[in-house]
């Protein structure tokens, strides 16, 4: 069992660190659908701490998601992501009788910031629509607004297979206040 999460541990960070995983076989369309951008709706003060979620809707077999955030670093720092329970539990888990959740990131580069999770265990995985994590953002400045886009999905099943049908996933603020831009497909 332990041979088999190592495993699992060191596939998940091969994944958030290659980039080369990121691209679908030649043969499979990609109709990975993403809710863009959010922004701020009111003015965001200096050192302000704030969440964004990441949902998913039409998930079957979720095992694994990791994106990017572009964004203004100037301005804002994304400081850690924590699962949720729809996509297992986080922290002390018993893989052996239910599904264990584990973020990933974030890994920073100068205009974006590396981010996902992965769950493991005896339970199923993820299956329908929820809430997959929060992203947990500081500000470094005293910015007029912020903007996140999210860019290079890649969500894939249980077995590290990608899912490349009819799965959404969606950044919003944790607050409720959200501002989407049309759907991309990909």
Known sequence: MRNVLLS???AAIFCLFSPAVLHTAPDATPEIRLLAKVEPLQETTALTAFDLAISVQNAADLGGF???IVYNRATAQITGITPRS???QAGQCNSSTVRCAAGLGPAHKSDRSRSGGYSYGAAAAANGSGL???IHIQTTANPDSLTFTIANALVVNSQGTPITQNVT????????AQIFLPMIDR
């Open 86 to 88: 729809f996509f297992g």
């Open 8 to 10: 699992l541990v060191a």
């Open 66 to 68: 990791e994106f990017d």
């Open 132 to 134: 997959l994590a929060v």
């Open 169 to 176: 996933l969606q950044l919003s603020r944790s607050s409720g």
